[in-house]
Antibody, heavy 120, light 109 residues
Framework: QLQLQESGPGLVKPSETLSLTCTVS??????????WGWIRQPPGKGLEWIGT???????YYNPSLKNRVTISVDTSRNQFSLKVTSVTAADTAMFYC????????????WGKGTTVTVSS | EIVLTQSPGTLSLSPGERATLSCRAS???????LAWYQQKPGQALRLLIY???SRATGIPDRFSGSGSGTDFTLTISRLEPEDAAVYYC??????????FGPGTKVDIK
């Protein structure tokens, strides 16, 4: 059964770079034309899509974050990663990684999420 | 941007009752591009419905989706205690590529 697990620092200082990794187990990140995405949820708020990557490296980003976000994939480690630069308190959130099916229309498998707090 | 609005904000019902959750889009959404998710504290989000009306793998048949254009509905026909959760609709298309509604919280009395 496919599982996704987010990992990374739980605390990041303002103006620094937030870095998270999603490890995929129970399946290959480069198989069957799936896409892989990041979504965040600030405390007490709704879900916001951050961006999505194909195993080949093609990316799609939310325009509201595009200038600060980079998503990459490491097929040898079966992982994909998120970097957000110049973070502020507004970037404090639960971050989820998820899989999209080949048609990209939704997210069919999610990780449990990891909390990131931006604070000095 | 396609904005999704969900109503009601909170629904409080008894086990066995029917829950009707609404998702309204600011512009027309292709049915294939509309999905519903369930979120419980401490658990991964769970895909319930995709393509507006197709149940995801392992989802009980008491969950059903319907609608088209700008109005979509998630129905839970007979509420179980484990259905207490927040439910989100999501659409694909436009810019940004994915947007979510603000969620409907379902409480079981």
């Amino acid at each position: 059964q496919l599982q996704l697990q987010e990992s990374g620092p739980g605390l990041v200082k303002p103006s620094e770079t937030l870095s998270l990794t999603c490890t995929v187990s129970g399946g290959s990140i480069s198989s069957s034309s799936y896409y892989w995405g990041w979504i965040r949820q600030p405390p007490g708020k709704g879900l916001e899509w951050i961006g999505t990557i194909y195993y080949s490296g093609s990316t799609y980003y939310n325009p509201s974050l595009k200038n600060r976000v980079t998503i990459s994939v490491d097929t040898s480690r079966n992982q994909f990663s998120l970097k957000v630069t110049s973070v502020t308190a507004a970037d404090t959130a639960m971050f989820y990684c998820a899989r999209h099916p080949p048609n990209l229309y939704y997210m069919d498998v999610w990780g449990k999420g990891t909390t990131v707090t931006v604070s000095s | 941007e396609i904005v999704l609005t969900q109503s009601p904000g909170t629904l409080s019902l008894s086990p066995g009752e029917r829950a009707t959750l609404s998702c309204r889009a600011s512009q027309s959404v292709t049915s294939s591009y509309l999905a519903w998710y369930q979120q419980k504290p401490g658990q991964a989000l769970r895909l319930l419905i995709y393509g507006a009306s197709s149940r995801a793998t392992g989802i009980p048949d008491r969950f059903s989706g319907s609608g088209s254009g700008t109005d979509f509905t998630l129905t839970i026909s007979r509420l179980e205690p484990e259905d207490a959760a927040v439910y989100y609709c999501q659409q694909y298309g436009g810019s940004p590529l994915f947007t979510f509604g603000p969620g409907t919280k379902v409480d079981i009395k």
